[in-house]
C-alpha cells in the first residue's frame, strides 16, 4: 500500500469527540484507488476504546490508517468508493477494509505487534459491537 498526502484534521464544531478531514489524501493497494475528500467526518476509533486509554489515537502510526477505516465502513454516512484505473467503483466488505487498515499502518511503519493487535481487534469490534 502507498499513502499519498498527509491529511489535515480539526475538531467538528458541533460534536465533541468527533473530527473534519480538512486536506484530503489518496490510499493505492495493488489496483485500487480511495481518495479521502475533504470535508469527511471522523471519529479516529479504528483503534478500539480500551487500547486509547494508553495511546494517542491520531499518533501518526495509525492517523491516516483510522481515517482510511472509517471512510471505508461509512462510520459517520455513507462508505467510500474505491475506484480502480478504468473507474470500475465498489465498496469493501468490513473485513476487506480492516485489511486495508492494516496494509495502511504497515505502510505508516507501525509496530508488527500492533498492526495484529489492531487488526483483531478491529474484527473483533464488528462480531460483538463493542
Known amino acids: 500500500m502507498k499513502i499519498i498526502g ?14 473534519v478531514v480538512k486536506k484530503g489524501f489518496r490510499a493505492v493497494r495493488g489496483n485500487w484507488t480511495l481518495r479521502i475528500e475533504p470535508g ?6 479504528s483503534i478500539p476504546p480500551p487500547f486509547c486509554l494508553f495511546l494517542d489515537r491520531l ?14 465502513v461509512g462510520e459517520f454516512g455513507l462508505k467510500a ?27 505508516e511503519g507501525a509496530p508488527k505487534v500492533k498492526r495484529r493487535l489492531f487488526y ?6 464488528k462480531r460483538v459491537r463493542i
Open 59 to 72: 499518533h501518526p502510526d495509525y492517523n491516516r490508517p483510522s481515517i482510511i477505516h472509517d471512510a471505508l
Open 120 to 125: 483483531h481487534a478491529v474484527m473483533l469490534k
Open 40 to 45: 469527511l467526518v471522523i471519529n479516529g476509533a
Open 81 to 107: 468508493f474505491i475506484t480502480d484505473k478504468y473507474g470500475t467503483k465498489r465498496r469493501l466488505t468490513w473485513k476487506e477494509a480492516a485489511v486495508w487498515f492494516r496494509e495502511a499502518m504497515k505502510a
Open 6 to 19: 498527509q491529511p489535515t484534521l480539526e475538531s467538528h464544531p458541533e460534536k465533541p469527540g468527533l473530527f
